[in-house]
């Protein structure tokens, strides 16, 4: 079974933004740093129990205030591990990686 990271469309949003994030795959770097919210840790959980391969490093930086216009989904198999946290539609980038990183 492999992983999977997806977005569905949400309204408009506007969240403040304190921590900035790296996701790694076996130990290396396949995307980031973004700038993400402190929820992300959520999306860190489901990702790395989904896959412990995955991991979510989530470090503080200076407040910044964003909007989100989508929503990310983590599930392995039939399990879902993360419904439809509130997001940026960026991060189609970490969905591809995430896709990316299992076909190797």
Request: with cysteine; hydrophobic share 30%; net charge negative.
């Amino acid at each position: 079974m492999s992983t999977r990271a997806w977005l569905d469309p949400k309204e408009h949003s506007v969240e403040g933004h304190t921590m900035q994030c790296i996701l790694t795959f076996n130990g290396n770097i396949i995307w980031g740093p973004k700038s993400c919210h402190d929820n992300t840790t959520q999306l860190r959980d489901a990702l790395n129990k989904a896959d412990p391969r995955f991991n979510l490093i989530l470090m503080d930086k200076p407040k910044t205030v964003e909007g989100h216009t989508a929503y990310i989904s983590v599930s392995n198999g039939d399990h879902v591990y993360l419904d439809k946290l509130s997001t940026h539609d960026n991060m189609t980038e970490l969905c591809k990686a995430v896709y990316d990183a299992q076909q190797q």
